[in-house]
């Protein structure tokens, strides 16, 4: 579980720092106290779930790894779109997930669910401390949850939900266990002194993976707020990050935002992407700007878990990926231009929906082709746009025209057109100081 990960440093090194923001700097030792406080208080929850409302990483970290503890399901809402409406999204939320409990410290929220604890409450901050307990030697019994797939010959439930972005719809939940979780980071090596920035949130799938990498490495998270990228750049700057894992979007923003600021870029020993198609052209950049930086990419969602990272600074997955064979974590395969998954690592199902079997081949909505030795993404199949019956992928287009000097960022998608459907569009953020005639010249 997560606390076992926390738990694992805190016998080795209490004093190692975890968890670092511009306000605090908590160490293994605190993160796992505090823990063991907060699953004591989550043991008088007789539903065993609970939705959360607050994105600080010292109040989720702890909570999660509570909840991970004594098998309490946890489920932690984004962040509203605008103060304003954050009541009525949370109302809406805490209904189609049927959490009767929530967490948070908004007064705006105080009403939204029957029951309201405050985050000192949830973490047990007004209790005495608690010892903690070797869970190799007297596991802590865990709280009864419907619905929960057992994983193997385990029978009890460490259940988690992570709510998916919602970009296609209402926000599903999808249903995992923390020890299919913890198996993807079993490999991870001592690596103490790392230091990886949180560009995510925790609610969200790539966070979590961020979480539990650092806390298998025994590393430190560097957790800014907000998680946007001119605080990301910051923070590599002033709080000693040297490795980070963001979405391709983010990491373009941030090298505008350096180029705008004029600033020092840090040295960074490792450069993640992944949650979004990944092209060439940026990864030639994150090269030139980060030349101490290993550049890295991950394939990995909300319902199959990391597929692993591929290293070699080139575009796609190694065709070597599809022959992973049957005893493998996470095995892939294409079927009619699509990808297929098969994951021993990823979810148990969505809420509210049947129980899914958890290891079998599932369809990821991304299209590909095989160029030579490489699995090349091509875009989603929601994006693919039908041009009088001709099929144009917008991913192609976007990597030719990132590649133009002078181009920050490129956006194609489809406009309605009476005549053939839908023609194809381009949006494009010029660099500072470009002749934009000359520039629409050369994208013609």
């Not at 070797?134 to 988690?160: C, I």
């Not at 198996?183 to 609610?203: F, K, M």
């Not at 929906?353 to 958890?358: A, G, L, R």
Request: charged share 25%; aromatic share 4%; net charge negative.
């Amino acid at each position: 579980s997560l606390y076992e990960l926390l738990r694992r440093v805190e016998l080795e090194d209490p004093t190692r720092l975890a968890v670092v923001t511009y306000d605090d700097a908590l160490t293994y030792g605190d993160l796992a106290a505090v823990a063991r406080r907060s699953a004591a208080r989550l043991r008088e929850l007789p539903s065993g779930r609970l939705a959360v409302s607050d994105h600080e990483a010292r109040v989720v970290v702890p909570l999660l790894a509570a909840a991970s503890l004594v098998g309490v399901e946890v489920c932690q809402y984004p962040p509203p779109v605008a103060p304003s409406d954050g009541l009525e999204e949370t109302k809406d939320l805490l209904a189609r997930m049927e959490h009767s409990v929530l967490v948070t410290d908004h007064a705006a929220l105080s009403g939204a669910a029957p029951t309201v604890w405050s985050t000192a409450e949830a973490l047990g901050l007004d209790t005495p401390p608690v010892e903690p307990v070797e869970t190799s030697v007297a596991p802590v019994e865990p709280v009864e949850t419907p619905d929960v797939l057992s994983t193997g010959s385990r029978t009890e439930a460490r259940p988690h939900l992570v709510l998916t972005t919602g970009t296609t719809g209402a926000p599903r939940g999808v249903r995992h266990d923390w020890d299919r979780l913890v198996r993807s980071v079993r490999r991870v090596q001592p690596a103490p002194d790392e230091r990886w920035l949180l560009a995510y949130g925790l609610h969200q799938f790539a966070g979590l993976q961020v979480l539990l990498h650092v806390f298998a490495a025994g590393a430190t998270l560097v957790a800014p707020a907000p998680r946007r990228p001119v605080e990301g750049l910051a923070a590599m700057r002033e709080l000693g990050v040297t490795h980070a894992s963001a979405t391709p979007t983010y990491w373009r923003f941030l090298l505008a935002q350096a180029r705008s600021d004029g600033g020092v870029l840090p040295p960074l020993r490792q450069i993640t992407l992944g949650g979004e198609a990944i092209p060439g052209p940026l990864l030639e950049e994150l090269r030139t700007a980060f030349p101490t930086a290993s550049v890295s990419q991950v394939y990995a969602a909300s319902e199959f878990g990391s597929t692993g990272s591929v290293r070699d600074g080139r575009p796609g997955l190694s065709v070597d990926a599809l022959e992973r064979g049957d005893d493998a974590d996470v095995d892939l395969k294409v079927v009619d231009g699509e990808l297929w998954i098969r994951s021993r690592i990823g979810m148990l199902g969505y809420h509210g929906e049947p129980p899914v079997e958890p290891d079998a081949w599932r369809a990821t909505g991304d299209l590909v082709e095989i160029v030579g030795d490489r699995v090349e993404f091509r875009g989603r199949s929601s994006e693919v746009i039908n041009v009088g019956g001709v099929k144009v992928h917008p991913l192609p287009i976007e990597e030719r025209v990132g590649a133009v000097p002078g181009v920050d960022m490129a956006r194609v998608y489809g406009r309605p057109n009476p005549m053939v459907g839908a023609v194809v569009a381009l949006e494009v953020v010029a660099a500072p100081g470009q002749d934009l005639d000359a520039l629409k010249t050369a994208l013609r």
